[in-house]
């Protein structure tokens, strides 16, 4: 037997690091945590474990497959991708290379991915999709109050918080090794308070509860700011030697009285004066932000918000406090330079991963004649799925890069089969909270007839005469990576014999000096916010709340338990009816109960599905975990708007309206 460190590819928190026991044929037996990474502990999760299943699944692609006459017929890799790098070719005559339209998302988080986009600049251009399905209205909302989004060192919040504030994430379900260090805190006798429209397995262990109305948490956070500045527990000392702009934002607090802000979010006026008590008094009190929580058409602003409360509590720059959202200040350690070969390309255009649909349908100048889609599921994963379906179905030549028969790879005229993570060479990383990259050594050599994402890439480059500029080994590319990573020491040597090693990146984010904005300070009033976005943060309705009337209810389609996004589901099989959580007002209103079939929609779609009236759920909440696919290939993302939040391109899938109906 045989034991290999590698790390956990799944977009997750927690970037776990990994052991395998291999045995002497080369099989895996087990995975496991590695017990001495320090976020890890030697636990992982049901999903890590999955990805074992995954590699040996026998629904698993391994041969490429061409579609033709509507269905897939095995064809040798010599053949696909002299005919893919033909179409490539000729669309680029006869329309640009802006024809080729490229859909990417992290399906596999790894260093190489990357080099995906480098292929395509050396290509001369293609049609991009910018912004983010998942966090990018509180980045850009983090980038203009702070510079970027940094957190805590997990040591940090376990040792030296107060009070702990966790909004809107779900931390056992999405994050469990934050667990541990909550529980540090809490055995130290740290009071936490959960900020959830939905019951979460934490609850009984807290000291408080809200359950606001969903998308209204930037209310609630500028109601709280209100009552810290007329109680007198705004910190003077922070506002006046580190912000620009409280004059300004203190005035704009003015309409947001207690008796209003209550109307708004569902939160009584007590709980608003509780939870200004936990900011002012509690102090260092550390925020944990979630990303549902910004997943709303406001939800930059919501950010923004709840950012502007911290800071005038003073709960910034120091141990034990900050607005702990993404580790941004990460991706700087690499050269990404070295990479992308931004300079070779000619012509390039953006269209954003969430409104994508709208613009291939409108595209003229060219029309989009091309889809690569690697490392995603955007039939299952974007909104508005009828939409994107129908303009993927416009697009003459398609080629899906995945391992499993995905409602997008259905779509698709050829599916390139790639490897599993446990069969490459790579390096992992986030940028969500870990501050630890794990080195990923080959588990097992490679099945089937199948590639590394690379390979392909260099294999389509040698035929479209830009083969030298991609070549080079796995290992050759993750030290070019490296280049600037060296000035701290870290080699990739270094890393892949340690297995695990630190970012530099600080404990406490902003403990000295300045921030990283134009103006050094922190910026309740933004000098990058644009005339389109506004200086000041502000509370913007959503926008499905027009059809409040028509459509009574809130849908949240939250990340779920058992799978990463849709890739558990891909081995777990398809669902026969997906499970809609309601809450006990809805269910009485409604005269529905547990077990009941109800169809839900909206005029973007309809979904039926099994209901379970859940107690702890906002009254005007329903609630499904994303990610499933039905029989008939549908996905909670038929129901979803492509909205683009306020700021940052990100996507608004939680500002949702919905009816339902028993059948
Ligand atoms: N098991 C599992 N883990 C995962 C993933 C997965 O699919 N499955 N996905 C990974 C990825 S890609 C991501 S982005 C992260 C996401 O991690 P999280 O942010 O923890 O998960 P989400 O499901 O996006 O939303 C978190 C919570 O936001 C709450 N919420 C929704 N709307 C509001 C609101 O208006 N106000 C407040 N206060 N709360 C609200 C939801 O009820 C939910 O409990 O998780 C990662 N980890
Ligand atoms: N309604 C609703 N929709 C959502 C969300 C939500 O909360 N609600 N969450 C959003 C969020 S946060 C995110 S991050 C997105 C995720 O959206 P996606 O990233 O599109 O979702 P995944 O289901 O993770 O699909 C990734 C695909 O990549 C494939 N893959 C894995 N490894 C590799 C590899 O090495 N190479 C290649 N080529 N392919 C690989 C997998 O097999 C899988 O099919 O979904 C978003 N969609
Ligand atoms: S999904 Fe997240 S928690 Fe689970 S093993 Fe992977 S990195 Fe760790
Ligand atoms: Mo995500």
Same mark, same amino acid.
């Given at each position: ?118 292929? !395509?600049? /050396? ?5 991009? =999709?910018?912004? *983010? ?5 509180? +980045?850009? &909302? ?113 309409? !947001?009285? /207690? ?5 708004? =979010?569902?939160? *009584? ?5 509780? +939870?200004? &008590? ?132 259905? +779509? ?252």
């Amino acid at each position: 037997m045989k034991h290999i460190r590698t790390a956990c590819p799944l977009d997750c928190w927690d970037a776990c690091g990994m052991v395998a026991t291999v045995d002497e044929h080369g099989r895996i037996r087990h995975i496991e945590g590695d017990p001495e990474h320090p976020i890890t502990q030697g636990m992982i999760c049901g999903k890590g474990r999955k990805l074992v299943d995954r590699l040996y699944h026998k629904e698993r692609i391994l041969t490429p497959l061409k579609k033709i006459n509507g269905r897939f017929h095995e064809i040798s890799w010599q053949l696909a991708l002299d005919e893919i790098a033909e179409y490539m070719s000729n669309f680029r005559s006869s329309y640009g290379p802006t024809s080729i339209l490229h859909h990417y998302d992290y399906g596999s988080g790894t260093l190489l991915k990357t080099m995906e986009t480098r292929f !395509f600049n /050396l290509f001369g251009g293609f049609t991009d =999709t910018i912004g *983010s399905l998942c966090w990018g209205a509180g +980045l850009e &909302a983090q980038r203009f109050d702070f510079g970027y989004s940094a957190s805590h060192s997990p040591d940090d919040m376990a040792e030296h918080s107060g009070h702990i504030v966790i909004w809107g994430r779900n931390v056992n379900v999405t994050n469990m090794h934050m667990m541990p260090f909550i529980k540090r805190a809490m055995a130290r006798g740290v009071p936490i308070t959960v900020i959830n429209p939905s019951p979460t397995d934490f609850d009984r262990f807290v000291a408080n509860r809200f359950h606001p109305r969903p998308g209204t948490d930037g209310a609630l956070a500028f109601g709280v700011c209100k009552q810290l500045i007329d109680l007198n527990l705004a910190d003077e000392m922070f506002i006046k030697n580190r912000t620009v702009g409280f004059q300004q934002f203190h005035d704009s607090l003015q309409s !947001f009285s /207690l008796d209003r802000v209550s109307e708004m =979010t569902g939160i *009584s006026s007590e709980q608003i004066m509780q +939870l200004a &008590a936990i900011y002012g008094d509690a102090k260092p009190t550390c925020t944990l932000l979630g990303i549902g929580l910004q997943r709303y058409s406001n939800g930059g602003n919501t950010i923004r918000a709840i950012d502007a409360l911290a800071a005038i509590s003073g709960n910034i720059g120091i141990s034990g406090a900050g607005v702990n959202y993404a580790n941004r200040g990460i991706s700087k350690f690499f050269d990404w330079d070295a990479f992308t070969a931004l300079d070779k390309r000619y012509a390039y255009r953006e269209f954003t991963k969430i409104t994508q649909a709208d613009e291939i349908i409108q595209a003229q100048n060219p029309p989009i004649q091309m889809l690569f889609v690697t490392r995603a599921n955007p039939i299952t994963q974007i909104p508005d799925a009828n939409k994107t379906i129908r303009a993927y179905q416009s697009i003459p030549v398609k080629v899906v890069i995945d391992m499993f028969m995905t409602e997008t790879a259905k +779509l698709a005229d050829y599916i390139l089969p790639c490897l599993h993570a446990l069969e490459e060479e790579d390096v992992l990383f986030s940028t969500m909270w870990s501050p630890y990259m794990v080195y990923m050594n080959p588990v097992i050599s490679r099945i089937g007839d199948t590639k590394p994402d690379l390979e392909i890439w260099q294999e389509l480059a040698n035929r479209l005469g830009f083969g030298a500029e991609m070549a080079g080994s796995p290992k050759e590319w993750i030290d070019r990576a490296f280049g600037k990573l060296k000035e701290y020491g870290i080699s990739s040597e270094r890393l892949q014999k340690a297995g695990y090693l630190r970012f530099p990146i600080p404990e406490v984010p902003w403990k000295e000096g300045e921030f990283a904005t134009p103006s050094g300070k922190y910026e309740f009033l933004s000098s990058l916010a644009g005339e389109e976005s506004g200086a000041l943060p502000v509370y913007l309705e959503n926008q499905d709340e027009r059809y409040r009337n028509r459509y009574p209810f809130h849908l949240l389609t939250v990340h779920p338990r058992k799978s990463l996004n849709s890739q558990g589901y891909t081995i777990n099989g398809q669902i026969e009816l997906p499970q809609i959580e309601i809450s006990k007002a809805i269910a009485m209103q409604r005269s529905v109960t547990t077990g009941d079939r109800i169809l839900i929609w909206n005029d973007r779609g309809s979904l039926v599905g099994r209901v379970k009236v859940s107690s702890g759920l906002q009254e005007q909440t329903i609630k499904i975990e994303q990610g499933f696919s039905t029989k008939e290939g549908k996905s909670v993302n038929i129901l979803t708007a492509n909205y683009l939040s306020d700021l940052g391109i990100g996507s608004a899938q939680y500002d949702c309206r919905i009816n339902l109906k028993k059948i």
